[in-house]
């Protein structure tokens, strides 16, 4: 049996750039390159071929192996991250930015897109929307552990892939019932968590619905357990009804 669009596999890997290891599914040698994270989630990865997991040229890499096949593969820029495209490099004043001072590296959120502070020329900043990885060759290891055919264990699969938690689930019909401690809805990250789950569900899963029932215990969920904050925040750049007309005036 080999990997074709629409599997659900199993996989360990590591991540290279520039001969430097940059993550790894394996705690061990993620602990080994000095690159542990203890938010992360380390053992094998799902990946289900199809869904823009995996950057182009690996999933392409992926296709045609089998279960047990161990390999290396030297992914360049058209396949990984792309090559570095100038229109999405923008000058943004310099007022958006209301709680920290902009320094370069600075990873920022500006309406709705990430990237990177390049420099600041006076009042104003230069911010790389790129992909930090853009223009690498990325080179991957990897070994394809196990395939997932049953429709519970890949439900349940994409369930603690995608949310992070193990939640009760099972199909009735052509819809996927999910229970979830009905704490969750204080979370913003939930709500965005769940439509992004059903959308996979029912596009991965063939099925018609998917229902989300809450469930009372008087038991309470910490927010550790929806998605992790990163450790360093973005910066939110909001512009405010004086910088709107200072941006028409500089226009």
Not at 181 to 207: C, F, N, Q, T, V
């Amino acid at each position: 049996m080999t990997v074709k669009n629409g599997d659900f596999i199993r996989i360990d890997y590591t991540e290279s750039v520039d001969g430097q290891v940059i993550a790894a599914t394996d705690k061990d040698v993620a602990t080994e390159k000095g690159i542990f994270d203890e938010e992360a989630q380390y053992g094998p990865h799902l990946i289900v071929i199809g869904a823009g997991q995996l950057v182009k040229g690996f999933e392409e890499d992926l296709i045609g192996k089998e279960v047990g096949y161990s390999g290396k593969v030297e992914i360049p820029p058209e396949g990984a991250f792309g090559l570095r495209d100038p229109k999405k490099v923008e000058i943004v004043p310099i007022t958006r930015f209301k709680d920290k001072k902009p320094v370069p590296g600075m990873r920022v959120g500006v309406e709705n897109k990430v990237g990177t502070v390049t420099r600041i020329i006076g009042r104003k900043v230069s911010v790389d929307f790129n992909h930090p990885l853009v223009d690498k060759t990325i080179v991957y290891e990897y070994k394809i552990n196990e395939f997932i055919e049953d429709l519970q264990e890949k439900l349940k699969a994409l369930i603690k892939t995608f949310s992070r938690m193990d939640l009760e689930a099972e199909i009735k019909d052509d819809v996927a019932v999910i229970t979830v401690p009905w704490e969750l809805s204080y979370y913003k990250e939930w709500l965005m968590i769940r439509r992004g789950l059903a959308d996979m569900i029912i596009h991965h899963l063939g099925l018609k619905e998917v229902d989300y029932v809450e469930k009372h215990t008087g038991e309470r969920v910490t927010s550790e357990l929806i998605s992790p904050p990163s450790k360093e925040p973005l910066e939110e750049a909001t512009p405010s009804q004086e910088q709107k007309s200072e941006d028409k005036t500089e226009a």
